[in-house]
């Protein structure tokens, strides 16, 4: 079935370190691809998303690009701050063949120290 | 407006026993997700509502797991002979359309099976 791999973390940085966090997937047809994040004890926020390959993401310095030859959603951002500091959630839904549920990888923890 | 809510937030329940756990999506959204999210793990698919029928029920872990949607929009998770391995913090999510491929989460109900 449809899945997602992310990079194990924590990841911890210094403020205005560059942020990468690999996500690959594997899926029967032609997902929709997400970032969600997790703020200390908040919900789940969509963060960014692509529907199609080569589409770019953005939201909050944030990007990532859909890249159906590698199948992977790379999560970047230049310049961290303190406040990014969340668990961040590759997923992906494919209506299609999955209907609407999104599938998530396990996560990825990011601390970014001052 | 409001967002997805979720009650009660915190749920600790003896091994054995009946629990419900309620969503209250946002107006007007048709689309309603249940989701389960152990410690350290993405968030895992339930079920998922469209109206009042449930669309696909293929995450439901179990026959003691059931949901309802009676009027198309509160849905309530029920859990019967509840076990340890069934705590975890379970999430709801709605959607404006099936077809429309944002959810909002709710914060969550933390299910703790002593």
């Known amino acids: 079935g449809d899945s997602v791999t992310q990079m194990e973390g924590p990841v911890t940085l210094s403020e205005e370190a560059f942020l990468t966090i690999n996500c690959t997937y594997t899926a029967t047809g032609y997902p929709s691809l997400f970032w969600y994040v997790q703020y200390p004890g908040e919900g789940l926020q969509l963060l960014l998303k692509?529907?199609?390959?080569?589409d770019k993401g953005s939201n909050k310095g944030f990007e990532a690009t859909y890249r159906k030859e590698t199948t992977s959603f790379h999560l970047e951002k230049g310049s961290v701050q303190v406040s990014d500091s969340a668990v961040y959630f590759c997923?992906?839904?494919?209506?299609?063949?999955?209907?609407?549920?999104?599938?998530f990888g396990q996560g990825t923890e990011l601390s970014v120290k001052p | 407006g409001a967002g997805v809510s979720q009650t009660p937030s915190n749920k600790v329940t003896e091994k054995g026993k009946y629990v419900e756990l309620r969503c209250d999506p946002i107006s007007g959204h048709t689309a309603l997700y249940w989701y389960r999210q152990s410690l350290g793990q993405g968030p895992e698919f339930l079920i998922y509502f469209q109206g009042t029928g449930a669309a696909d029920d293929s995450g439901l872990p179990n026959d003691r797991f059931f949901a309802v949607r009676p009027e198309g929009s509160v849905s309530t998770l029920k859990i019967q002979r509840t076990e340890r391995g069934d705590s975890a913090v379970y999430l709801c999510?709605?959607?404006?359309?099936?077809?429309?491929?944002?959810?909002?989460f709710g914060p969550g109900t933390r299910l703790t099976v002593l």
């Open positions: 692509a529907t199609k390959a080569d």
């Open positions: 997923a992906l839904s494919d209506w299609d063949n999955q209907g609407g549920k999104l599938i």
């Open positions: 999510a709605s959607s404006p359309t099936q077809a429309y491929n944002e959810q909002f």
